[in-house]
C-alpha cells in the first residue's frame, strides 16, 4: 500500500500529537482573522457561526490526507478542491491565487512552529520534509505559483506575511465570536498559545497583548505531558464538544 505520507515522516509525528495540533489550530485562528480573503469564509455563513468547528473542519481534513494511502488522499485533495469550486460559482468569482497559497503557507509554518515550541528544534531537511508533503497537496489542488523548493517558500512566505494580512472588522467579529463560543479563560490562553506560536508580522496586528504569560507553564507541561495530571489539565481546557475529537488525534490514524 502506498502512502501519500512516508509513516516514519516527521510530519507524521507532528500531526499525530493533539498538543501539537492544538498550537497549529491556535495559530491558523489568528492568521485566519487577518487575512484579506477572509470575506470568502465569511461568504458561506459557516466562520462567523462557528469558528471553531470551521477551522477544525480545516485540521480534519487536514489529517485525513496526511493519514491516509495515496488514493484516497487524492480523493481527499479533490473533494477540497472541488467545495471551493463550487463556493466560487455560488459567489460568481474566484478566491485569489495568493489566498489559496496563504492557506499551504501558514500551514508549514504553523506545524514546525508549534512542533519546535513544544519538543525540539527541527533540521533543515526535517523543514523541507514538511514543505514536501503540503507542496504536493497544493500541487494537486492545482495551485499557481508555488515555490520551488524551501527557500523559495521562506521568502513567499515572508512576502505574503508582509501584504496579505489587515486588521479589519472580519478580524474584530472573528475574536468577538472566538471568546463568545470559548469562554473568557479558554479565550485567554487561546490568545497566549497565539502569542507564542504565530509570526511577529500577525501578532503586531492582533489584539494579544505582550507578556507570555503561559511560557512557564508550559515549560513545566512539557516535563509532565505524559503524566496524568498534565492530561488531565490539557482536556480540562478544550471545549466539551471538541473534547473527544481532540483526544482521538492523540493517534497516528484515524481514518479508513
Known amino acids: 500500500m502506498e502512502l501519500f505520507v512516508d509513516e516514519h515522516s516527521i510530519v507524521r509525528r507532528i500531526w499525530g500529537k493533539a498538543d501539537t495540533i492544538l498550537f497549529i489550530f491556535a495559530g491558523a485562528a489568528a492568521e485566519f482573522a487577518l487575512n484579506k480573503a477572509v470575506d470568502w469564509l465569511y461568504f458561506t455563513g459557516k466562520l462567523p457561526a462557528d469558528p471553531l468547528a470551521r477551522l477544525f473542519s480545516t485540521v480534519a481534513y487536514s ?29 460568481g468569482s474566484q478566491i485569489p491565487d495568493w489566498a489559496y497559497r496563504d492557506v499551504l503557507f501558514l500551514l508549514i509554518d504553523l506545524s514546525i512552529r508549534s512542533y519546535e515550541l513544544l519538543e525540539k528544534p527541527l533540521s533543515i531537511a526535517e523543514k523541507t520534509e514538511v514543505f514536501n508533503v503540503f507542496y504536493n497537496v497544493g500541487d494537486r489542488m492545482q495551485l499557481k505559483r508555488l515555490p520551488i523548493n524551501y527557500d523559495h517558500y521562506l521568502q513567499m512566505r515572508q512576502d505574503h506575511l508582509e501584504h496579505n494580512l489587515i486588521n479589519s472588522a472580519f478580524t474584530a467579529d472573528l475574536y468577538r465570536q472566538y471568546k463568545k463560543h470559548l469562554g473568557f479563560t479558554r479565550y485567554q490562553i487561546l490568545k497566549q498559545a497565539q502569542l507564542l506560536t504565530v509570526p511577529t508580522q500577525v501578532s503586531q496586528q492582533l489584539p494579544l497583548g505582550k507578556t507570555a504569560w503561559l511560557w512557564p507553564v508550559l515549560k ?37
Open 220 to 256: 513545566i507541561y512539557k516535563v509532565t505531558k505524559n503524566l496524568r495530571p498534565a492530561k488531565f489539565f490539557r482536556d480540562a481546557l478544550l471545549p466539551p464538544q471538541y473534547k473527544v475529537q481532540i483526544q482521538g488525534m492523540d493517534q497516528p490514524f484515524v481514518f479508513g
Open 63 to 91: 489529517r485525513q490526507i496526511l493519514f491516509s494511502e495515496r488514493e484516497a488522499a487524492l480523493k481527499a485533495i479533490d473533494k477540497i478542491t472541488a467545495i471551493h469550486k463550487n463556493v466560487e460559482t455560488t459567489r
